[in-house]
């Protein structure tokens, strides 16, 4: 196409302080979850009652439970009452249940902590303040701040929280990561406020029936929610096989480092070729298979750490891919008037992914031993593949309007 062209937006510098800003406190949250992911079940065992598997996987899912439970009212009280307030009453509802975790003995009061740390369900309201922050033709460039601290705090996790548990112990990770909330308090309240965007026409409200019944967003929702408990399942019983292998929790980063870092590397581009081929779903579906191949592997491999160090570098490859990729095809796919209320349902499905996850890893792991925890992961991953052979991919127009 020739002749001038209108000169692409850009995000203004306030809009950009307010997206990075935002996306490092949606991080910090998530860092309840990532930090202790690669070295809790094997702390917990020395908690009184941390033997009993599938209570240490209850303390290590409940906060994706209290999370998704709570996660609506509190975008909804955002509205009512501003961002700023709901944001900094979750994120000290949060430090709360870090101090609790940080001086607990046995694990029940460990799964109390846990529950309380997520409850400061303040993702929604963090996401609506970006929306109010940014225009909305630039918000999908926001979100993708968002995207990318998520991606940032998940490996930087996998790789200190074994340095960090050495060193300060599990117990100083909570105090951490409450520490590091009190940082994000400050950083929220400098911000300036933005007026709270509303839906001009009330009839263009989206309806939650129509979300949860549009097939397309129950394919991705299914596979946010496969995703997350098969995650959550594997690092139930990953740091405790990697012990019993004789690799002490301070060595651990060295097997996920690398894995890590390679399929990282592989991300961008071939996001990037999917894009411009208009092959997003053949993407989407062999990283599904990637994810099951690992699994499938993990059955027959798992006796050695070099076996599992590749392992993971194929299931993080498939992962990472169908991290990356979800949040945008489900905003891509959801109808206009529908997108918040479609990445709120989104989020809630994580979070209860999370939660059945820890859950289920934890008994599969008590009954059945780790084939138990890779066959249910594989059985997951395998339906996964069924149901999303019924996606369409979102008009490429929508992909290139993004970018």
């Avoid at 800003?21 to 690669?38: E, H, K, N, Q």
């Avoid at 945008?328 to 939660?355: D, H, I, M």
Wanted: proline share 4%; with cysteine; net charge positive.
């Amino acid at each position: 196409m020739t002749g001038t062209s209108p000169a692409p937006l850009r995000l203004t510098r306030q809009e950009r302080t307010a997206s990075m800003t935002l996306g490092a406190v949606f991080a910090l949250r998530l860092l309840g979850i990532f930090l202790i992911l690669p070295v809790f079940s094997v702390w917990a065992q020395t908690l009184e009652g941390g033997t009993d598997a599938f209570m240490v996987g209850m303390a290590l899912g409940i906060y994706g439970l209290t999370q998704a439970v709570l996660q609506i009212p509190f975008g909804a009280a955002s509205d009512r009452f501003g961002r700023k307030p709901v944001i900094v009453t979750g994120l000290l509802i949060f430090i709360a249940g870090s101090l609790l975790a940080y001086s607990a003995d046995n694990i029940t009061t460990l799964l109390i902590a846990r529950a309380i740390q997520g409850a400061g369900a303040v993702s929604a309201a963090v996401t609506a303040m970006i929306s109010d922050s940014v225009r909305e033709q630039l918000l999908t460039r926001a979100m993708a701040f968002v995207g990318a601290s998520i991606g940032v705090s998940f490996t930087f996790s996998l790789v200190i929280s074994p340095i960090l548990a050495d060193s300060i112990g599990v117990p100083g990770i909570f105090l951490l990561t409450a520490l590091l909330c009190m940082l994000a308090i400050g950083a929220v309240l400098m911000l300036p406020t933005a007026p709270v965007k509303r839906f001009e026409n009330f009839r263009a409200r989206a309806k939650l029936r129509d979300v949860f019944l549009h097939s397309q967003l129950m394919r991705l929702n299914l596979g946010i929610f496969s995703l997350h408990m098969a995650q959550m399942a594997l690092f139930v019983v990953i740091p405790l096989r990697l012990t019993e292998l004789d690799l002490v929790v301070a060595q651990h980063w060295t097997v996920y480092l690398p894995a890590v870092l390679v399929s990282l590397a592989f991300l961008m581009p071939v996001l990037r070729h999917a894009e411009k081929t208009g092959r997003t779903k053949e993407l989407f579906v062999g990283a599904i298979c990637l994810v099951l191949a690992a699994f499938a592997g993990f059955e027959i491999f798992d006796n050695s750490v070099l076996l599992i160090s590749v392992l993971l570098l194929v299931f993080f490859s498939g992962f990472n891919v169908l991290e990356a990729s979800l949040p945008s095809l489900v905003s891509k796919t959801a109808p206009q008037e529908c997108k918040g209320l479609a990445l709120g349902v989104y989020n809630t499905t994580q979070s209860v992914g999370v939660f059945i996850g820890g859950a289920a890893g934890g008994w599969l792991y008590s009954v059945f031993g780790t084939h138990g925890v890779y066959g249910f992961c594989a059985a997951l991953m395998v339906l996964w593949i069924i149901a999303a052979q019924g996606m369409t991919a979102p008009a490429r127009g929508n992909v290139e309007a993004d970018s």
